[in-house]
């Protein structure tokens, strides 16, 4: 009876118990305890006064917030028509006092016009800052920092908005300071007065330097908090997984489990191994979404007087690079950022590749200049995210045709799919072919495929950068471009685990962040850690089983998780804050 009744308490806590999360202190496990055996009380008793367990499952203790009151402007600095200016903190009804006198407090979250002077005079004509400002009166808790907030809106001339700062400023005194904010401090204050959750924080940032359409999806994405719930999902699925095998460690000795101990870890492990492999994507999609977040990498690879600068100012719009008959004209990467589809890209010209030759050519030989300049294009290539090869036809004295495909591209290329480049082949100068393109387009590319070793197919793509029959765009741009865009969407398409009930959740990982993606790699390497000492097959003998080091490593798996929400040690969370808000705009 009492095995049975250890058992279940540990079941209980720890498996089935749909309110186990609220359990997880002592005083609820007790008061939900009471109506059952004594022998609950107890076991609960030393689950929870595991020194290691007990600190996992306790609530961090909250960061401390100043008492002051903080104001800035939060809209841009400069004319314009409106201009924002927002008060955090407890003086914020002081401070509508002093500056709209003898007027009543408006309505909560109602807007009212409202005379603004000047605080160290009296309310005359004369000391008015704003005839006609826009009031609104946000009372705690329910703000977006969790404080009492007030905003200004007032008319967005400099002078106008200084004076109203500097009255601000003026209404602060020692026992109520108000002081201008420091950059982010508003959303500081909205995190430890847990209105957002750290990953929200972050999304948020993504938020206010979104530039292209597909960082604003993803930055938006991020700020639904899905992200914080499903590491709390996963963290507590930890948590359980090494409540299991603590109980070992306190029982195991005089009582005996309905499971062998090695049968019970094995157990732990499968969860484990399934929350390893959804964690894995999860990293996937991180990476992915960073190519969302901090740009695309393209570089042009191609031999002299293949036509890159020509393809480039084409990409772009404009003449970003010099374009010349001589080869050899581009020497240092030519970098441009541009929009294309909602992917912010950054598209590199280089060097053309091409070997030194000796021998009385001049021509063909290659000076220290270019010899630097195609050191760099082979650098810039490798660290690519994607390489186009531009090829062309080169017209022989004769007047034959003949196509030109240079083994140092080829070799580079080969070197970048390697690394996970991913490759395109653009055919330039197609209006130079007199016979067709189709017998030299389809060598080419199986020429190409080849001699690189890609597993996928590489996508090819005819282009003439001149104008043709009058027509203002050159022949084969836009479906490069259109292919250009689909490679895009394959390299930011989020993964999934296979059977996956619904794979479009897997789209939310991918706004997590580098930090995001950084923990998440510890904490695989702690899983992996665990699934070495205990295996899956059951055929672990209990001597072998070292159930102490196996849930340190689920603990400190655990942690990982705790501190991309921010909910980990507070001392490793204020270091967290410090690089995140740096990132921040003063009046957010």
């Known amino acids: 009876m009492k095995v049975a009744l250890r058992s279940q308490c540990i079941s209980l806590l720890f498996r089935r118990s749909p309110t186990a999360s609220s359990l997880l202190c002592r005083g609820h496990i007790q008061t939900h305890l009471q109506s059952q055996a004594p022998i609950f009380i107890h076991c609960a008793n030393q689950i929870l006064s595991i020194p290691r367990f007990y600190t996992a499952v306790s609530r961090v203790q909250p960061l401390q917030i100043k008492d002051d009151t903080i104001f800035a402007l939060s809209t841009a600095s ?3 028509a409106i201009a924002v200016i927002r008060i955090s903190g407890p003086a914020c009804v002081e401070i509508y006092h002093a500056l709209c006198p003898n007027k009543p407090l408006p309505k909560a979250r109602y807007a009212t016009v409202r005379t603004l002077y000047d605080p160290s005079q009296s309310a005359t004509r004369v000391a008015v800052l704003d005839s006609n400002a826009l009031i609104l009166y946000f009372p705690s808790p329910k703000t977006v920092t969790g404080e009492d907030i007030l905003e200004l809106h007032v008319h967005g001339g400099p002078a106008i908005v200084k004076a109203v700062l500097q009255a601000v400023s003026n209404c602060s005194s020692p026992s109520s300071p108000v002081r201008y904010a420091e950059a982010g401090e508003f959303t500081r204050r909205a ?26 999806k993803l930055s938006v994405r991020g700020t639904t908090g899905r ?21 070992l460690i306190d029982f195991s000795e005089d009582q ?10 094995s157990s732990v492990a499968t969860q484990v191994q399934d929350l390893r492999d959804h964690i894995k994507h999860h990293i996937t999609n991180a990476t992915r979404g960073e190519l969302l977040r901090n740009g695309i990498s393209i570089a042009l690879l191609g031999p002299p007087n293949a036509g890159k600068s020509s393809l480039l100012n084409l990409i772009v719009g404009r003449e970003a690079a010099i374009v010349s008959r001589e080869a050899g004209t581009t020497r240092d990467v030519v970098e441009v950022g541009i929009d294309l589809g909602g992917y912010l890209c950054r598209v590199g010209d280089m060097a053309g590749l091409r070997a030194n030759r000796s021998g009385a050519d001049k021509a063909k030989l290659i000076g220290l200049v270019e010899e630097e300049g195609i050191k760099r294009a082979v650098a810039r290539a490798l660290d690519s995210d994607v390489v186009i090869l531009v090829f062309a036809p080169h017209v022989k004295e004769d007047g034959s045709v003949q196509m ?22 653009v055919i330039n100068k197609i209006d130079l072919l007199p016979w067709g393109l189709e017998p030299y387009f389809s060598k080419t590319v199986e020429f190409i495929q080849a001699e690189i070793g890609s597993q996928e197919e590489i996508p090819a793509f005819a282009v003439s950068c001149k104008p043709t029959n009058g027509n203002s765009a050159p022949n084969g741009l836009q479906p490069f471009l259109t292919g250009l865009i689909s490679t895009f969407e ?8 296979s059977g996956s009930a619904d794979p479009s959740v897997w789209q939310e990982s991918l706004g997590a962040s580098e930090r995001h993606r950084e ?11 665990f699934l ?20 340190e490593s689920l603990r400190a798996a655990a942690e990982c998780l705790a501190r991309i929400t921010g909910r980990g040690d507070a001392g490793d969370v204020e270091e967290v804050l410090g690089v995140v808000f740096e990132k921040f705009c003063v009046g957010k």
């Open 191 to 216: 995190f430890l007065n847990n209105r957002l959750d750290l990953t929200q924080v972050e999304a948020l940032g993504d938020t206010l330097s979104a530039t292209t359409e597909q960082q604003r």
């Open 490 to 497: 394959t390299m930011t398409a989020a993964s999934s685990p």
């Open 532 to 551: 070495g000492q205990v295996r899956i097959d059951e055929s672990l003998s209990e001597e072998d089983l070292d159930v102490v080091v196996a849930a």
């Open 227 to 247: 992200l914080a719930k499903r590491y709390e999902k996963w963290r507590t699925e930890l948590l359980y997984a090494r409540g299991e095998l603590e109980a």
């Open 256 to 265: 005996h489990f309905d499971e062998s101990p090695a049968v019970l870890a």
């Open 519 to 529: 923990l998440l790699e510890k904490c695989l390497e702690q899983l992996d850690m």
């Open 404 to 425: 030109e495909l240079s083994t140092e591209v080829l070799e580079t290329a080969k070197a970048c799919v390697e690394r996970g480049s991913k490759i395109l082949a």
């Open 78 to 80: 400069g004319r314009a």
